[in-house]
């Protein structure tokens, strides 16, 4: 059985932790992301950075049979305004649509929450992933370079109204 769940709990958070880690391993690899240079990247979370999370976001995992296999973060930035964040799939369960089901479930929740856009931040040399996001309505919105990064993060946007 396949369900989407807020995240509540230590239990919970342990594994999304597991999960997120996990899930950007591979793109740490791709991009040679390492402590050194880059601390701050996903598959480097520790809980005490998800507990941070928490306080200004909602937090859902995507579980199959009761086993966590994703992950995604809602903040609300303003009132029309949500950020997707951190959205993770277990390397084994890609490609069969558990990362579509998870954008399509913050999609409809921030509907619900009378929102009228999502966006989110992804490494731009990513062009896989950037096509993945297009083909499911984003738009770029622009390109950054932070001092901290050593990548571009790309920034995206999809409009909710009709």
């Given at each position: 059985?396949?369900?989407?769940?807020?995240?509540?709990?230590?239990?919970?958070?342990?594994?999304?932790?597991?999960?997120?880690?996990?899930?950007?391993?591979?793109?740490?690899?791709?991009?040679?992301?390492?402590?050194?240079?880059?601390?701050?990247?996903?598959?480097?979370?520790?809980?005490?950075?998800?507990?941070?999370?928490?306080?200004?976001?909602?937090?859902?995992?995507?579980?199959?049979?009761?086993?966590?296999?994703?992950?995604?973060?809602?903040?609300?930035?303003?009132d029309t305004l949500y950020y997707m964040d951190k959205l993770a799939v277990l390397p084994e369960y890609r490609h069969k649509g558990c990362g579509r089901k998870l954008v399509e479930f913050v999609l409809d929740d921030v509907k619900e929450h009378k929102?009228?856009?999502?966006?989110?931040?992804?490494?731009?040399?990513?062009?896989?992933?950037?096509?993945?996001?297009?083909?499911?309505?984003?738009?770029?919105?622009?390109?950054?370079?932070?001092?901290?990064?050593?990548?571009?993060?790309?920034?995206?946007?999809?409009?909710?109204?009709?």
């Open positions: 059985m396949e369900e989407i769940r807020e995240i509540k709990g230590e239990p919970d958070l342990k594994s999304s932790v597991e999960v997120i880690r996990d899930s950007f391993r591979t793109v740490a690899a791709e991009f040679k992301l390492t402590q050194d240079n880059c601390p701050t990247h996903p598959s480097l979370i520790t809980l005490d950075k998800l507990l941070e999370l928490e306080k200004k976001a909602r937090l859902f995992g995507l579980f199959l049979a009761n086993v966590q296999v994703g992950f995604v973060a809602i903040e609300k930035a303003d929102g009228e856009r999502v966006a989110l931040g992804m490494i731009d040399e990513s062009a896989v992933l950037k096509n993945w996001y297009q083909q499911l309505g984003f738009k770029e919105t622009g390109t950054k370079n932070f001092e901290h990064l050593p990548f571009t993060v790309c920034f995206m946007e999809k409009s909710l109204l009709p």
